[in-house]
């Protein structure tokens, strides 16, 4: 998180320094206060973890410089091998939001469930990937699959080849800010989620689709109002055609739509909203001095000039 840096303000010599701070100057004031407490940057200052299982180790690399070389995480981008070791809560809860996949089995699926669903019910964000949504084999575990934590009910996998990013349901969603294209490669892996159970539909209760794929499959979808945190479904394989060529384009927005997902669920705030004490105290600024500033305009004729400092 960026270090907070105090700024002070003038005030001018007047028969009511209340009404100087407010005075003229005091726009200018609410405009500081607003852009302290608001922030200007519209990256979310996170740090992030990407917890993978992929068969071959090095991969874990690839996702990291994608997602780090998208300049869009201010935080630290770090990689931990799930299919060696298992993180604590409290390793997690080191980190705004967490990305996982799979391709390997977890080193223990229950346990890594169980702490990815504590982590989102303490209000953590988390992005899921292609093949954790697999139904038997290497599955993610514990409560986070016996829960519905998954965006999507789980399935097994395919790879058509060659498919693009397909319909748009919600254009507007951060997950695609800046998007332009997407193709998953020769192979274009992805979970079929929800096969076992067409008549429900692929969505598990409170999520919602985002995106398809080119073929009508499901690529992208949120859950934002079930749990605590926010949790994200990517329905591709996150190592790109730099870590093996079958895998999807690095020329294409992948990277981006994962830091943009990671951005989306993030519980650590960039922007905070208007109903926090720092947020309504710039607004209050803001609307005092407005208020302030009609009234000295009619209390002109009486009231002194303010001397003029420097």
Known sequence: MLPFKPYSCLILKMKNPILAV???KSLS?????STVFFGTTSHALASVLIAGAPSTASWLNDVQAKIAGTGLISGSVDVLNVGSSTPTLAQLQAYDAVLFFSDASF???TTFGNVLADYVDAGGGVVQATFSFWIAGIVIGGRWR???YDVWQPGGQISPGNLTLGTIYDPSNPILAGVTSFNGGSS???NTVGFLNPTVGPLNPGAVAVADWSNGAPLIAVNTSTFAGKIAGLNFYPPSSDARSDLWV???DGALLMANSLNF???QVSVPEPNS???LFAIGTLGAASTLKRKLKSSQSTEKKPTKVG
Request: glycine share 8%.
């Open 22 to 24: 407010l005075s003229q």
């Open 29 to 33: 004031v609410g405009i500081v206060a």
């Open 107 to 109: 080193a223990d699926p």
């Open 146 to 148: 016996a829960q519905n």
């Open 188 to 190: 274009s892996y992805y």
């Open 250 to 252: 690095s020329s294409t």
């Open 265 to 267: 669920v993030t519980k």
């Open 277 to 279: 004490l720092l947020g």
